[in-house]
C-alpha cells in the first residue's frame, strides 16, 4: 500500500491524530493536494469530503502500529525541553556534537575572530561584541542542552580603498589557516558588494565576511563579519540561560 498520498495531521486543541486522504481534502487551485495546515485552512475548518475509500480504511486501521500513541506533545516535539535524541543529533548534524564548557568555546571563537583580522590586513578599530552561547536551533530549541557560539562583529573606520586589498589577503592566508572558502563573489543585494564564506575543515566553525564598501543613507563602509561555531553539548549541570 502507497501511503504517499496520506497526511497524518493532530489537533493541537484536542489532542487527536487524523489520517486523511490527500485526494480527499484537495482544496481548488491545489493540484497537489497536501495537508490543510499551513496552508490557512484552520484545524476545523470544513473540507469537502467523499466517502471514505477502502484504502483510506485500510491506513486508519494500520495507525497504531505505524504510530506510537504517547501523546502528542512528544510525538510532534512540542512544550518544553525539546531536546532531540542523541542519533537524531547526529543526523541532523552531521557530526555528534563535542562536549564543551560554554567559557572555552567563547574564548575560541573570540581568538578565531582576532585572526581574521589580522588576516585582513588593513587598518581599522574592531567592534568590541564579544562571543555569546546561543541555542543549536533545530536540535535544542529551548537551550538546555546543545548550544552553538556566535560572532556578529564590525571593523570600522577602514577605508573602503582597503577592502579589496583585505579581501585579497582572506583569500590567500583563510587556506593557510585551515578555513576552505566556500563562497567568493557579490552578495544577493542591489549594492552587490563583496562576500566570502569559509568554513573550517577541522573544528566546523563557519565565517561569513562582507565588504560593504557602498550602504544606503549615511551608513559609513565596513567589514561585517559573522563567525559561528558548531553546535556542542554543554557538561552536565551547566544551565545555559546563565552560562
Known sequence: MAFSRFCLQASADFGM???????????????????SVGRGVPW?????RRPPSSATVGAVSLLPALVPL????????????????PWKVRWRLGYTPEVRAVRQAEDEVNRMSSHLVDAMGIHGTP?????????CSGIDP????????????????????????????????LPEMGWRITKDGPMNSRARNP???AVHTISRHHVAIEALKTRSGNL???????????CYRAPEGTDLSRA
Open 142 to 173: 529551548d537551550f538546555t542542552t546543545y548550544y552553538r557560539v556566535d560572532h556578529p562583529w564590525a571593523l570600522w573606520e577602514a577605508g573602503a580603498d582597503g577592502f579589496d586589498t583585505a579581501m585579497d589577503n582572506l583569500r590567500t592566508r
Open 70 to 85: 504517547r501523546g502528542c506533545s512528544s510525538m510532534f516535539n512540542t512544550g518544553r525541553g525539546r531536546v532531540a535524541k
Open 220 to 230: 559609513k563602509p565596513q567589514m561585517d563579519v559573522t563567525l559561528v561555531s558548531p
Open 127 to 135: 567592534s568590541h561584541i564579544p562571543a555569546a552561547a546561543i541555542p
Open 195 to 197: 562576500e566570502i564564506k
Open 17 to 35: 491524530l487524523y489520517l486523511l486522504d490527500l485526494a480527499e481534502v484537495q482544496q481548488p487551485g491545489d493540484p497537489q493536494g497536501g495537508c
Open 44 to 48: 476545523n475548518a470544513s473540507l469537502p
